[in-house]
């Protein structure tokens, strides 16, 4: 599976993006896909994940209620729709995918597949 994370930005806090993982290789749609954030300096943390076929989703308590995970497996496309941001969320935000559903997937060092990161940068 390749994927291609894109949709980053500068936008000012409380604004709102939408980042887009596209995959291409293999059924996308039976996948796990997460996304990852790193800021500067910070460990990679994660941000969401959403199970094969979308039964599933599960975001990081810092973005819940602000962020939300879907998935279009018509365009093999992930995405993260991101409202009301801060400064907090600046980072390099990264998609990736692995095959199965638990607890395992907050967690990327599961992850088998990554795409590149998109830079989002909220200013104050």
């Known amino acids: 599976v390749q994927l291609q994370a894109c949709g980053g930005g500068l936008v000012q806090a409380g604004g709102s993006l939408r980042l887009s993982c596209a995959a291409s290789?293999?059924?996308?749609?039976?996948?796990?896909v997460g996304w990852f954030r790193q800021a500067p300096g910070k460990d990679r943390e994660f941000v969401a994940a959403?199970?094969?076929?979308?039964?599933?989703?599960t975001h990081a308590e810092a973005v819940k209620g602000r962020f939300a995970i879907a998935r279009d497996d018509a365009k093999d496309t992930v995405y993260l729709q991101m409202n009301s941001l801060k400064p907090e969320d600046t980072a390099d935000y990264y998609c990736?995918?692995?095959?199965?559903?638990?607890?395992?997937?907050?967690?990327?060092?599961?992850?088998?597949?990554w795409g590149q990161g998109t830079q989002v940068t909220v200013s104050s």
């Open positions: 290789g293999r059924t996308f749609g039976s996948y796990t």
């Open positions: 959403i199970s094969a076929w979308g039964r599933s989703k």
């Open positions: 990736a995918a692995r095959e199965g559903w638990n607890n395992r997937a907050l967690f990327s060092e599961n992850y088998v597949y």
